[in-house]
């Protein structure tokens, strides 16, 4: 269901993209943030998952990862990594908001010390995670402010990351934006369309200068594009095409937030 989802904004908004892990936000809407931030509009990236492990050994899975990415030590993906969000925000115009209380997925342990997702992090979340979701919300809610609009990822792809920083953000009980997580929506476009149902869609244009400051954030991510896309190459040209057809936005069973904000 397509429908309008009003971007108009007052002077007291911030636009918060709240992003599971040190790149998704770019990556999903990086050429939206650049042109929102160049109509003069505050634009933070608030990311929850990029918390500091403490020392101790590591899973082959994250040692593999870390070999992958060209680091050597968690405390230095952390650092590095934030380094690099850091760019990349800077690049589309926003500001880079990172949390210290949460671990990605591929460092959560049980009370007993047992790795929460030693193989895999396209899975369910664990039951040693009931919890994270609540905490998340809490975090959030401490420095979310009445006309900020949240944006979240729509979950596609199913990262366990994802699917518990959305619930996250739905536990805040205010109006909601979705974005479509990339690259999972690029690599798997079958799977918007059961996320989507009974949504209402906005498809936001993207000037020729934010798809190529898109580009940039992205590339600023240096330690993951083989990961994500496997060349420079191949990024800039995923991204090309998918901003072709503009961002789209989504908003599910909601008053609209937005145009509540103009009339008060």
């Not at 934030?82 to 460092?107: K, N, S, T």
């Not at 619930?167 to 690029?186: C, F, H, I, K, S």
């Not at 594009?225 to 040209?237: D, G, H, Q």
Request: glycine share 8%; charged share 25%.
């Amino acid at each position: 269901m397509s429908g309008k989802i009003n971007l108009w904004f007052n002077q007291d908004m911030r636009w918060i993209y709240i992003s599971p892990h040190l790149d998704d936000a770019v990556l999903s809407a990086g050429g939206l943030i650049y042109d929102q931030a160049r109509r003069g509009e505050r634009v933070e990236i608030w990311t929850l998952v990029c918390g500091f492990p403490p020392e101790g050994e590591l899973t082959p899975f994250a040692q593999v990862l870390h070999f992958m990415w060209g680091f050597s030590s968690a405390e230095e993906t952390v650092r590095l990594r934030r380094a690099e969000d850091e760019r990349a925000a800077a690049i589309v115009g926003a500001q880079a908001v990172h949390f210290d209380g949460f671990l990605d997925c591929i460092y959560r342990r049980n009370g007993d010390g047992d790795p929460l997702y030693p193989t895999e992090v396209f899975a369910p979340p664990h039951p040693a995670d009931d919890e994270l979701a609540a905490k998340m919300t809490a975090a959030l809610a401490s420095r979310l402010q009445p006309d900020d609009v949240a944006l979240c990822p729509l979950t596609v792809g199913h990262h366990v990351d994802h699917v518990l920083v959305r619930r996250a953000a739905e536990g805040l009980n205010r109006p909601l934006t979705y974005y479509a997580d990339v690259p999972y929506v690029l690599n798997h476009p079958e799977e918007l369309a059961p996320l989507m149902d009974g949504g209402r869609m906005e498809v936001q244009e993207v000037s020729s200068e934010g798809v190529e400051a898109w580009n940039r954030g992205v590339a600023a991510y240096a330690s993951q594009i083989s990961t994500l896309f496997e060349s420079p190459e191949a990024m800039r040209s995923s991204l090309e095409a998918y901003a072709r057809a503009g961002v789209r936005l989504w908003r599910f069973g909601q008053s609209d937030f937005l145009e509540s904000r103009m009339k008060s």
